[in-house]
C-alpha cells in the first residue's frame, strides 16, 4: 500500500468513527435541548439577576442629603464596572464565560463514549481492524470538539437574544473566538479519553468528571475576574485552559483588557491541545488492546 492510500484509509477511518459518534448526537435533538438547558439558566437567571451596574444607578449608593445627581452615579456605576470587569455589562462578561462553560460540559462526556464502547463489546470490534489505535481516540475527541462548538455557537446567539454587547463583534473575533474554543476542548477532551482508556466502570468515569469539573470552572475566569481572587487561586487560574480561551473572547468580543497578549493566550492553547492529544494517542497504543 503506498503512503497516499494509507493516509487515505486512516483519514477514512477517521472520519468513519467521528461521523458514528456525531450520528448519536444530531440524531437526538433532545440530548441537544438538554445539553443548552444548563447555560440558558445560567445566562437568563444568574447573569440577569447579578445586575451590578443597576445597584449603582438606583439609588441604593446615594448618601441621604447629598442628593448626588444621576448622571454622576451612572458614570461611577460605569467606572467601577469597567474596572472590574473589563465590561460595563456583567451580563456581557458571563455570556463569553458561558461559551467555555458548555464547552468543558460536552468535552468532560467524551471519555464515557470509551467505556460504553468496550462494556458492550463495540470496542473489541474495533481493534480487530486495520484502524490505527490513535484514530480511536482521535474520533472520540473531534466529535466532542465539533459539539461543543456547535453548542457553544447556539448559546452566544441566545446571549445575543437575551441583551449581549456586540458593539465590538467582528467577524475575525468570532472566529478567533471559535479557534480558542476548538484547541481548549481539544486538549480537555484529550485528558479525558485518556483518563477512560482503561476504564470499564462508568460510575468511576462519573466520579472523576464530576471530580474535575466544577473546579476547572470556578478556578478560571468565566464566573468572575482573577484578579480578585485569593492569590493562590490566581496561580491555579493562570494554569486552567479555560482562562485562556475565555480570556481570547472577551479580548475578541468585547473589546475587554487581557490577562495576556492574545499571541501568548493561543500559543499556550495550542501547545495545551498539541501536547495532551499526543500522550493520549501514545498511551492508545499501549492501553486499547482486544
Known amino acids: 500500500m503506498s503512503e497516499t492510500e494509507l493516509t487515505t484509509s486512516v483519514l477514512h477511518g ?59 452615579l451612572d458614570q461611577i456605576a460605569l467606572e467601577i464596572m469597567s474596572n472590574t470587569f473589563g465590561t460595563t455589562d456583567y451580563f456581557s462578561f458571563l455570556a463569553v464565560g458561558m461559551l467555555s462553560f458548555v464547552a468543558l460540559f460536552t468535552a468532560m462526556f467524551s471519555g464515557m463514549s470509551i467505556v460504553w464502547d468496550r462494556r458492550f463489546g463495540f470496542l473489541d470490534k474495533i481493534l480487530t481492524t486495520p484502524v490505527p489505535r490513535g484514530s480511536i481516540v482521535m474520533a472520540k475527541v473531534l466529535s466532542s470538539t465539533i459539539r461543543a462548538l456547535l453548542q457553544s455557537a447556539i448559546v452566544l446567539v441566545i446571549a445575543v437574544l437575551l441583551g449581549m454587547d456586540v458593539s465590538k463583534f467582528t467577524v475575525l473575533g468570532v472566529a478567533g473566538t471559535f479557534v480558542a474554543l476548538f484547541l481548549m476542548v481539544f486538549g480537555l477532551s484529550s485528558i479525558f479519553v485518556m483518563l477512560a482508556l482503561r476504564s470499564t466502570n462508568w460510575q468511576s468515569q462519573m466520579a472523576i468528571m464530576n471530580l474535575l469539573n466544577l473546579p476547572l470552572l470556578f478556578a478560571s475566569n468565566a464566573l468572575f475576574p482573577a484578579k480578585y481572587m485569593p492569590t493562590w487561586l490566581q496561580y491555579v487560574v493562570k494554569v486552567n485552559p479555560i482562562s485562556y480561551a475565555t480570556d481570547i473572547g472577551r479580548q475578541l468580543l468585547l473589546g475587554s483588557p487581557g490577562l495576556n497578549t492574545l499571541a501568548f493566550d493561543f500559543a499556550y492553547l495550542a501547545a495545551f491541545a498539541v501536547v495532551f492529544s499526543t500522550i493520549g494517542i501514545l498511551l492508545s497504543w499501549h492501553y486499547l488492546t482486544q
Open 14 to 72: 477517521l472520519w468513519a468513527l467521528t461521523n458514528r459518534e456525531l450520528k448519536k448526537w444530531y440524531k437526538e435533538p433532545v440530548i441537544l435541548l438538554l445539553s443548552l438547558i444548563q447555560p440558558v439558566v445560567w445566562l437568563g437567571l444568574y447573569g440577569k439577576s447579578l445586575n451590578f451596574g443597576a445597584l449603582f444607578t438606583q439609588g441604593s449608593f446615594n448618601i441621604p442629603g447629598l442628593d448626588i445627581p444621576k448622571s454622576v
